[in-house]
Antibody, heavy 120, light 106 residues
Framework: QVQLVQSGAEVKNPGASVKVSCKAS????????IHWVRQAPGQRLEWMGW????????KYSQKFQGRITNTRDTSATTVYMELSSLRSEDTAMYYC?????????????WGQGTTVTVSS | DIQMTQSPSSLSASVGDRVTITCRAS??????LNWYQQKPGKAPKLLIY???SLQSGVPSRFSGSGSGTDFTLTISSLQPDDFATYYC????????FGQGTKVENK
């Protein structure tokens, strides 16, 4: 079945970087883009950016521009999201989600989420 | 950036009630509007895409309507499994989510 499996929880110091992985299976990896969405405790969902898994092109929210890098490894069918210069406000659940271009660009498959805690 | 505003932010309803949630975009987004359901500690689940198309496997009591800037999600007869938070999302230019509507048991 189609699924996205994310890496485990992370605890980081302020100023550090975190890299979260998202492994895709059950479909042709290069067909769909992958989005990254985060949710701080009690807050709304927040779109961070996306990567075209076919050609590697990326688009980021202006809020995270300069701090976020999305990459992919086609042989491993895995997408990565790296966020640098972490601060306490980056403490959140981070999700990857598959873009369905045939369904108005909706996010039809989600990873289970990765908790990132930023604390000294 | 396109801003998405949902109303209400929360509502109390009983099993069997008809529930309506609205979502307004800060500019026209045609029909590039999607609805998600999220339960505590879980990833969001796609319910409706392109404003009114039901995602495969989603019960038919869920429906969506609207175009341009104003959209609606309706649950025709609320079921116990439907108590959750609902988000709208525009996919016209990048992606933006509404602030969410929490549906609670009255």
């Amino acid at each position: 079945q189609v699924q996205l499996v994310q890496s485990g929880a992370e605890v980081k110091n302020p100023g550090a970087s975190v890299k979260v992985s998202c492994k895709a299976s059950g479909y042709t990896f290069t067909t769909n883009a992958i989005h990254w969405v985060r949710q701080a405790p009690g807050q709304r969902l927040e779109w961070m950016g996306w990567i075209n898994a076919g050609n590697g092109n990326t688009k980021y929210s202006q809020k995270f521009q300069g701090r976020i890098t999305n990459t992919r490894d086609t042989s491993a069918t895995t997408v990565y999201m790296e966020l640098s210069s972490l601060r306490s406000e980056d403490t959140a659940m981070y999700y990857c989600a598959r873009d369905n271009g045939a369904a108005a660009g909706s996010m039809d498959v989600w990873g289970q989420g990765t908790t990132v805690t930023v604390s000294s | 950036d396109i801003q998405m505003t949902q109303s209400p932010s929360s509502l109390s309803a009983s099993v069997g009630d008809r529930v309506t949630i609205t979502c307004r975009a800060s500019q026209s987004i045609s029909s590039y509007l999607n609805w998600y359901q999220q339960k505590p500690g879980k990833a969001p689940k796609l319910l409706i895409y392109a404003a009114s198309s039901l995602q495969s496997g989603v019960p038919s009591r869920f429906s969506g309507s609207g175009s341009g800037t104003d959209f609606t999600l309706t649950i025709s007869s609320l079921q116990p499994d439907d108590f959750a938070t609902y988000y709208c999302q525009q996919s016209y230019i990048t992606r933006t989510f509404g602030q969410g509507t929490k549906v609670e048991n009255k």
